[in-house]
Structure formats: structure tokens, C-alpha cells
């Protein structure tokens, strides 16, 4: 694989070092990975690092991160109350207009300059990612050039997905590149089957996970692990639930705890009620090396989320021969548990209960899971083979 000569460019909403972002965090392994094969890489961005109110919170201009060009562009002025209104609108299920699609888009995420600096300067470049879908910075960015604009949607089954207005984004960029077979299904089921785009997912650096690390917690604690955003978005509150109601009905040991390693609170959940909880642990963000080690000595990694493109956190939990417990409504997260063979599912309390306490009564279960879903990754997910994929697919559009 060479990419020597190949000039591309990178456009996510933000970017700085130590991003949790999963649509952020793939654009930056991509743009290091190819710099390592030969391409002349760029980022371009806005001033931004919260995902919430996307303040300007960096200088505009320009830096080097790790051997990458970072170009920042100020975030342009939003009626947050309009993009508020109307996406309550959209989450109650009204269908917006043409006109108020366009004006969630235009109330959300943007930065004219950067879009100013796109019309200069794409000539420049081979193709410009975008990502993610949702956000303004790829909805009008990937406009400015279709012709050499791919997606990378990391798209969810959700309202804003059925919207007119990204049905034609999907329709008039270049290509896309998906993470996930059902993401590529999902994209052709509501926008058309002549979508043009392949899977090409997401790499991990096998020989850098640690292997038998020390236990998190210095007693004998059994525990699950939630890592991820609180956020009903993610299910969190769902998950919490039905972890209580288990032990509630006596379906789960008293000495299991659940651990949660995050951004958010039970606040943002309205779940404050459950603070006192000794069998909840809330241990905010974590580093690199102690992920890890929860990940290492967990009964199981619990996965609630139904709106998932790729799922990066399954399969790190695998890495880890972590056994995972998913939820059955996510397609992604279904396909990789069916493939791996390394995950239990659940759909309501009485499935998790279930699940979860086969899990933590029988260790030979655990291996076995966790055991397939290290394998899983290894054959499917190491650096070498989605690298194949990603040159194989961007050689195809630039010599096709």
C-alpha cells in the first residue's frame, strides 16, 4: 500500500488531541494511518471542542498535531432556541419542512470561513472526508466540492437520518465510506439503493493493548462496565433501570456493581435518586491504561445503545476478551455479537437480568465470548486489513 502524491483532506466539526469523539477519533486514526503510507494529509476544522454549545473555544489558524496540519475556523453565530425548537419538533416525529430542514442545518455546526477556504482551496486535494452526517460542517462543507467530497456518515437510525435534506447530501457527494455493513443497508434503505459507497469500518492497533494488566479495583469487587456518554441517546438510563430491577426481583447477585466510566451525570439522566447507591460507580473519565484494565477484569462490557454506525467500544471491550452485552435492537451491534460470536443480547429488564447474571455465574461462558470476540477483531479489524479496504476504495475513485 502507497499513497505517495496523494493529497487529502480531513473536515470534522472539532479536533484536538485526546478527542473521545467516535466520528472525531476516526478521522484522526485515518489521517495518521495515511500519512504513514506516503499521503500529504490536512485537517480542517472549526474553533471548537465542546459538541454542545460548539463554542469557539481554540484560536483560528494554524498547528501541527502529530505530524498533521490543523487548520481551525471560527464557528459562526446560531439562534440555539430555533435549532432547539425545531429539533424537538423532529424528535416528537413532525416532518419539517424543506425550509425548516434547511434551517436546523444552518442553526447548527457551521463555519463560512471554513467554507470559504474549501471553494479556495479543494482544488489542491485528491478528495475531502467529511464527518459526521448530522452536523452543519458536513452538510454544507461536502456542498462546496461534491465532486471530491466523501462521506464518512457514521450514520444512526433516527429522525435527522429521514430528512429530504440529507437524502440529497448522500445523493450528490462523491461516495461514502461506511463503518459497518448495516450502516451501508441503512443509508440505501432510506435514501435509495444507488448509493454509492463501501464498508471499510474501523482499525486497532492489536500489538499495543495490554494483556493481563493489574485489576482496577484491589478488592474481589464483580462489576459491569458501561463506558460511553450518560446520555438517553446512548440508553444509559435504560441500562441503570434495568440493572436495578434486577436486584430489585433478586435476578442479580447484591455484590455486583455496575461501573460507568464517562463524560455525563445522573443528573443529565434525571436519575439523581440513584447517587447514594453503593452498587453504582461513577468514575467520570478515565485514562487510556485504566480503560484497559476495566475492560480486562469486567464480568462484561454492556453496550445499551441502539444508535451505533461502528460501535468502537465493543470492540475494544473484545480486545480486551471482555464478553459484551448488547442490546438487540441495534442492527451494528447485533451484526458484530453475530459474527464474533462473543456477545449475549437483551430487549427488555427481564432479558438483561438474564443475561447479565449468566454472565457473572459462569466464568467458562465468559472465556468463550471473550475468547471469540478477540478473534473477531484480530481477523477482521487490525490496521493492515481496513487499510486494504480504505486504499482499495479511494484508488478505485481516483483512477476509476
Known sequence: MNLTNRRFVFVPPRYFPGIVGGAERACASFAQKLVELGANVEIWTTCATDNIGWENSLPAGSEVIEGLLIRRFPVDARDLKK????????SDGAKLTREN????????????????????????????????YLCGTTYFGSRVAPEKSVLIPCLHDEAFARLD???????????????????????????????????????????SVPQNSEPFFKDETQYAIYLGRMESGKNSHLML?????????????????????????????????????????????????????????????????????????????????????????????????YKANGALHFENAEDFAGALGALVQDAQLRKILGNNGRAYVENNYSWLTVLEHFVAAVNGLLDG
Open 83 to 90: 435549532w432547539e425548537a425545531l429539533l424537538l419538533r423532529l
Open 101 to 132: 430542514q434547511l434551517i436546523l442545518m444552518k442553526e447548527n455546526i457551521n463555519s463560512e470561513e471554513l467554507y470559504r477556504y474549501i471553494h479556495t482551496n479543494a482544488h489542491d486535494a485528491d478528495l475531502l472526508f467529511f464527518s459526521p
Open 241 to 337: 433501570d434495568y440493572f436495578i430491577d434486577g436486584k430489585n426481583r433478586g435476578l442479580l447477585p447484591q455484590q455486583l456493581k455496575l461501573v460507568i466510566a464517562g463524560s455525563g451525570s445522573l443528573a443529565d439522566l434525571n436519575r439523581n435518586h440513584l447517587a447514594d447507591r453503593t452498587d453504582i460507580i461513577q468514575l467520570g473519565w478515565v485514562s487510556e491504561e485504566e480503560k484497559q484494565r476495566l475492560l480486562a477484569h469486567a464480568v462484561t462490557l454492556i453496550q445499551p445503545s441502539v444508535n451505533e454506525s461502528f460501535s468502537m467500544v465493543l470492540l475494544e471491550g473484545w480486545l480486551q476478551r471482555c464478553p459484551a452485552l448488547v442490546h438487540q435492537h441495534c442492527a451494528v451491534a447485533m451484526d458484530h455479537a
Open 165 to 207: 435534506i440529507i437524502r440529497d447530501m448522500f445523493r450528490e457527494v462523491r461516495y461514502s465510506l461506511f463503518n459497518s455493513a448495516p450502516e451501508k443497508k441503512l443509508a440505501r434503505t432510506l435514501h435509495g439503493e444507488d448509493i454509492k459507497g463501501d464498508v471499510v469500518g474501523l482499525g486497532f492497533n492489536l500489538e
